[in-house]
């Protein structure tokens, strides 16, 4: 191969390079708004912890642990951020396994799937609050806790 075409090549790599980094940015992380979930408690009493939070004006991140407290398996936790109007944003979250909150509770498997992350990168800085709102969610019955980083 020659220079030139080694040059040609390295140019078409860079740039689909950036052009797949910047529909990543814009796809992965655009979130629109939800339902708001709702305010009272269906669930019996709710165990969590939020182990870390982090919200700058273009940046959202929090990591912790939700379950109920009767061991409850198969519970949907998911994550929406609040806005300056109160409006909610699902954002997207990954469940991971938690066996030390397993063996703190001594609930068998029902915490091991307790654990969450969920990340966003918000284009609109003005919206954030650093609010955020944890839904779990068993059998129908929906129960909601609202924090905020500090």
Not at 48 to 77: H, M, N, Q
Not at 126 to 147: C, D, N, P, W
Request: charged residues 20%; glycine residues 8%; hydrophobic residues 40%.
């Amino acid at each position: 191969m020659t220079i030139k075409g080694s040059t040609l090549l390295f140019s078409a790599a860079l740039f689909f390079s950036a052009v797949f980094i910047i529909i990543s940015r814009y796809s992965f992380n655009n979130y629109g708004s939800a339902t708001p979930p709702l305010a009272e408690t269906s669930l019996n009493q709710v165990y969590y912890k939020i182990e870390y939070c982090k919200s700058t004006p273009r940046f959202f991140l929090v990591a912790g642990w939700a379950g109920l407290t009767d061991g409850g398996r198969d519970v949907i936790t998911n994550i929406y951020l609040i806005d300056q109007g109160n409006q909610f944003h699902k954002i997207r979250k990954t469940t991971t396994e938690r066996n030390d909150i397993v063996k703190k509770f001594h609930k068998n498997t029902a915490f091991k799937k307790s654990g969450f992350v969920a990340s966003v990168a918000v284009g609109e800085a003005y919206l954030m609050t650093g609010k955020f709102a944890i839904e779990l969610t068993h059998q129908g019955k929906r129960s909601v806790i609202y924090h905020e980083c500090k």
